[in-house]
């Protein structure tokens, strides 16, 4: 599986973003998949997942409630929607695809990674 993630940009503190994670290749519908990112001078931390038919959902506790993760199989594609982005979101966005049942937080348990796609929050 290759994952391509598209959408980062520039965007003022408040607004909104969606990133797209479009993966080629077979069997996107068995694959968990999962958001991560890396903020400048840190590591690399865990965003979302969410299981194979999209029923299931994961978020870390700092973009609980204002992220919303999604997939439509019919396009190979994954979406990341952020809302009301802070200046602390600001990071590289990895998109990623687990063999594993389920959805995953731990890095490890990711097989296949996208090159990545850089959200900017201005305050």
């Known amino acids: 599986v290759q994952l391509q993630a598209s959408g980062g940009g520039l965007v003022q503190a408040g607004e909104s973003l969606t990133l797209s994670c479009v993966a080629s290749?077979?069997?996107?519908?068995?694959?968990?998949m999962g958001w991560f990112r890396q903020a400048p001078g840190k590591e690399r931390e865990f965003v979302a997942s969410?299981?194979?038919?999209?029923?299931?959902?994961d978020y870390s506790h700092s973009v609980k409630g204002r992220f919303t993760i999604s997939r439509d199989n019919s396009k190979n594609t994954m979406y990341l929607q952020m809302s009301s982005l802070k200046s602390e979101d600001t990071a590289v966005y990895y998109c990623a695809a687990s063999r594993w049942v389920g959805t995953q937080v731990a890095e490890n348990r990711y097989d296949y990674w996208g090159q990545g796609t850089l959200v900017t929050v201005s305050s």
């Open positions: 969410i299981g194979w038919t999209g029923d299931s959902a």
């Open positions: 290749g077979r069997a996107f519908h068995t694959y968990t």
